[in-house]
């Protein structure tokens, strides 16, 4: 059975990789600011992995996906 947990790291991973592209695509990232984002990504996954067996990775994604958001949409998404 999966967690809450489980599903909140996917929702980070998964919601990563595509705000990457949707700011590839809407022209808002560019080369350089991908490969920032990328060597970014590497690192917390090098690093955070061996510390806790990735525990704090999937927060670090998260804030790495809510940078993407700011930087995308210039400043929050609205909900309503």
């Not at 525990?55 to 930087?71: K, N, Q, R, T």
């Amino acid at each position: 059975m999966i967690g809450s947990p489980a599903i909140a790291s996917l929702v980070a991973l998964w919601g990563f990789w595509v705000l990457l592209c949707v700011g590839w695509i809407r022209g808002e990232l560019r080369l350089k600011s991908t490969v920032i984002f990328l060597i970014l990504w590497l690192f917390g996954f090098v690093g955070l992995q061996s510390m806790c067996v990735g525990l704090l990775f999937i927060s670090y994604v998260a804030v790495l996906d809510i940078a993407l958001v700011f930087v995308i949409f210039h400043g929050d998404v609205r909900i309503t």
